[in-house]
T-cell receptor, first 117, second 116 residues
Framework: NAGVMQNPRHLVRRRGQEARLRCSPM?????VYWYRQLPEEGLKFMVYLQKENIIDESGMPKERFSAEFPKEGPSILRIQQVVRGDSAAYFCASSPTSGGGRTGELFFGEGSRLTVL | AQSVTQLDSQVPVFEEAPVELRCNYS??????LFWYVQYPNQGLQLLLK??????LVKGINGFEAEFNKSQTSFHLRKPSVHISDTAEYFC??????????????FGTGTLLAVQP
């Protein structure tokens, strides 16, 4: 039973390039969350998506960052025109439900580590 | 808005000694509380969670935590640590029963450094 799969595990980009990070949730999970972990800091919420819908993007930077979770395929976090400050570990998590009856737990992938040169 | 405070950024401890990692939260609504562990260059693994019921929660690897509503705390404890427990530990909070999402708010983490 595969867990949350993220790729690539490591990504190196030069300033101004685009970074695309992919996340396949656990089987049967339709809710995806993206978090960013900066060096020496905790995890900061970025965005919460369900299939074809962005539910909560309160943690997303206003510019250059976007996320999607299409009907088919993985969720994608896209960072355009990367800058050195974007260097971080980006974690995806999934859950089977939301609202009433949920158990609250998020299942995390192993992260994608972005380095911007 | 919810928030989590982990006052100790690093806790050094000798092997086989007891340890407590502190976590305090603030919230205007009922909460679910979690402790996750992160080993180097890996993702987060759930140690334990409090949803309701008994305030003493037991988790994996011999860890336990106690929910104290009056002190808004959820401290993590282990009576005897091993070298293999060396990792970063994160406390997290989400909306409790009736909440709309599983969105977690994390503390800044505590590095547990177990020394031989």
């Amino acid at each position: 039973n595969a867990g949350v799969m993220q790729n690539p595990r490591h990504l190196v980009r030069r300033r101004g390039q685009e970074a695309r990070l992919r996340c396949s949730p656990m089987k049967g999970h339709s809710h995806v969350y993206w978090y960013r972990q900066l060096p020496e800091e905790g995890l900061k919420f970025m965005v919460y998506l369900q299939k074809e819908n962005i539910i909560d993007e309160s943690g997303m930077p206003k510019e250059r960052f976007s996320a999607e979770f299409p009907k088919e395929g993985p969720s994608i976090l896209r960072i355009q025109q990367v800058v050195r400050g974007d260097s971080a570990a980006y974690f995806c998590a999934s859950s089977p439900t939301s609202g009433g009856g949920r158990t609250g737990e998020l299942f995390f992938g192993e992260g994608s580590r972005l380095t911007v040169l | 808005a919810q928030s989590v405070t982990q006052l100790d950024s690093q806790v050094p401890v000798f092997e086989e000694a007891p340890v407590e990692l502190r976590c305090n939260y603030s919230s205007s609504v009922s909460v679910y509380l979690f402790w996750y562990v992160q080993y180097p260059n890996q993702g987060l693994q759930l140690l334990l969670k409090y949803l309701s019921g008994s305030t003493l929660v037991k988790g994996i690897n011999g860890f336990e935590a106690e929910f104290n509503k009056s002190q808004t705390s959820f401290h993590l404890r282990k009576p005897s640590v091993h070298i293999s427990d060396t990792a970063e530990y994160f406390c997290a909070v989400s909306e409790g029963y009736g909440g709309a999402t599983n969105k977690l708010i994390f503390g800044t983490g505590t590095l547990l450094a177990v020394q031989p």
